[in-house]
């Protein structure tokens, strides 16, 4: 692994309030950016990652020396193409890639934060990154976008800034997280909490991290971004490296030689508390609650053009979810368009190569532009 | 663009709303849009359409009118436009009912079960009929609840929803359909054009 050093950041200053009342200040945000901002800064389109992503989009990330989470979606003459736009991602704060988070030293004792950082939640997120509107000098960015978490903070963000987007494309995501999905959250925060090492959100090093706990975390996730069509296809009940079955719990079928890969790879470049606590943001996230029972309400004073994207054979954030926003923003007398694009790949076919997924994109963001 | 929709778009009166159910490729939400200054709204099944409307710029929903009109609150739009599709719905009752829900007047265009070419073929070789509005087989077409251009006024005084307009349309050439010409007109006629109110 690469040092985190170069990594870019701005210290935001003007002091945060957080959801759980807490007041942040002078923290770091790591940002990074591709494209060039055009000289009416009319072309910026702010991107947000998901639970596992960070601020490198597309091209190599540096840390990890892999491509970006978003490589097929965002590059020159691509859905989100940098020759014309300038697309900025920052890593969220409670994230473990440069900005403010649990694996952040505090400067008091010398030592990690850990558990001690305050719990954070979607709305705190997008408020923190909203200060790259005023680094950048921008005054109103051309879209927000982003899917899963990343989709969250996208309607968010234009319920909080109303008038600061010209469009908004979130994908496969949802105003509310379901009961399952709050499940399948805890189910990895307790496979981390249940590794001896987390001891507690104390551990300082990596040699006594919580890997065990992360990586069967992961592994539990990553199931929930397949379909069992993908399963199938991919994996179907061919053994690893091996003709018959060997009576053992080594791991006989490829599906699970992939997710023990899957799960140590990811423990890399990924820290545990960082886990909790971007799952819990994601648990927390109500945008209905927030508006008192009335979505409609989150968009009301919003002139933001919208375009929803969801996923046939996504079972974590199915198009029934999706939809609910579609409602929403047609009772509010809102700009929407709608498309469930077809597709084997689960949820995660917002990270793939999909054409139809990347045209639609790409046909909204230039008739808009 | 084809004369039904000029005729549709003439019935639209400038700078108001308008819900474009099926609205296909946008055809015609584009010219409402771009010479009307018509705020549009697309509805439209097809994912390959709803692509091609987006990349026009039009806000479309993919969705089917049977069940996603209920998502739009009642009179949210000054029109709904519904062109040639009313045959091809389970409950077209309920879809004319939500149209005139959602908004305060609907265009509803049909293509004629009525006109003779259709009956004759009916009457004269006993298969069921193949023209140019009606171009399926039996046993593929999309239509479930054929009707002719008289079964449709009748059910509009039937269920009291006001006709304001009621255009015949023939080889590019429109006429008004009332009581006196009816049955003329139901004969004479490939598609009916209804401007209609509760």
């Known amino acids: 692994m690469n040092s985190k050093e170069n990594i870019k950041k701005i210290i935001i200053k003007k002091p945060l309030t957080l959801d759980c009342g807490k007041t942040i200040s002078n923290y770091p945000l790591a940002y990074e950016t591709y494209g060039k901002l055009n000289e009416k800064k009319d072309n910026a389109i702010l991107a947000f990652h998901a639970l596992s992503g960070d601020q490198f989009v597309s091209g190599t990330n540096p840390i990890t020396n892999k491509n970006g989470w978003w490589s097929y979606a965002v590059g020159p003459n691509k859905a989100i193409d940098t020759n014309k736009f300038f697309v900025i991602c920052a890593n969220v704060i409670g994230g473990c890639m440069g900005s403010y988070g649990p694996s952040s030293i505090d400067p008091t004792t010398g030592k990690t934060i850990g558990t001690n950082f305050p719990v954070i939640t979607i709305n705190d997120m997008v408020n923190a990154q909203y200060n790259l509107l005023d680094f950048f000098k921008i005054d109103k960015l051309f879209s927000v976008t982003g899917g899963s978490m990343g989709g969250m903070q996208v309607l968010q963000f234009v319920a909080n800034y109303p008038n600061k987007t010209k469009t908004a494309i979130p994908i496969a995501c949802t105003a509310s997280h379901s009961a399952q999905n709050i499940a399948l959250n805890e189910l990895g925060r307790q496979a981390i909490m249940a590794d001896q090492n987390w001891n507690k959100g104390n551990y300082f090093n990596t040699s006594s991290s919580p890997d065990k706990g992360l990586a069967v975390a992961r592994m539990a996730a990553h199931i929930t971004y397949l379909s069992k069509k993908s399963l199938e296809d991919k994996f179907g009940r061919k053994l690893q490296e091996r003709d018959d079955l060997k009576f053992s719990f080594d791991a006989d079928f490829q599906i699970e030689s992939y997710l023990r890969h899957q799960g140590n790879a990811f423990v890399d470049r990924f820290d545990a508390n960082t886990y909790l606590y971007i799952t819990r943001a994601m648990d927390y996230f109500d945008l209905i609650k927030q508006y008192n029972g009335n979505l409609s309400n989150a968009f009301k004073n919003s002139k933001t053009k919208f375009f929803i994207i969801s996923f046939t054979s996504d079972w974590l954030y199915p198009t029934s979810e999706n939809k609910e926003i579609v409602i929403a923003l047609n009772a509010s007398g809102a700009d929407v368009g709608f498309i469930e694009i077809t597709s084997d790949k689960g949820h995660d076919s917002f990270l793939l190569d999909i054409p139809d997924f990347l045209k639609s994109v790409k046909k909204f963001l230039e008739a808009n532009y | ?198």
Request: charged share 25%; proline share 3%; hydrophobic share 40%.
């Open chain 2, 1 to 198: 663009m084809k004369k039904e929709f000029k005729i549709i778009a003439q019935l639209i009166e400038n700078n108001t709303r308008v819900l474009d159910v099926g609205c296909g490729d946008g055809t015609l939400m584009k010219h409402l849009k771009d010479n009307k200054n018509i705020d549009t709204r697309g509805l439209e099944i097809s994912k390959n359409n709803v692509q091609t409307c987006i990349g026009k710029g039009l806000a479309v929903i993919e969705g089917n009118a049977e069940k996603d009109l209920q998502q739009f609150p009642n009179l949210s739009f000054d029109y709904a436009v519904l062109s040639q599709t009313l045959q091809a719905f389970y409950n077209p009752e309920k879809v004319i009912n939500d149209l005139l829900r959602v908004a305060n007047k609907a265009i509803v265009t049909i293509p004629n079960f009525g006109y003779w070419k259709v009956r004759l073929q009916l009457l004269f070789k006993g298969t069921m009929p193949i023209t140019k509005n009606l171009p399926d087989e039996w046993y593929n077409t999309p239509n479930l609840h054929m009707c002719t251009l008289k079964d449709f006024f009748n059910f509009c005084s039937k269920k009291n929803i006001k006709l304001n307009k009621s255009i015949a349309l023939h080889e590019q050439k429109t006429s008004n359909i009332n009581k006196i010409n009816l049955n003329l007109k139901n004969l004479s006629s490939e598609l009916g054009i209804f401007l209609i109110e509760k």
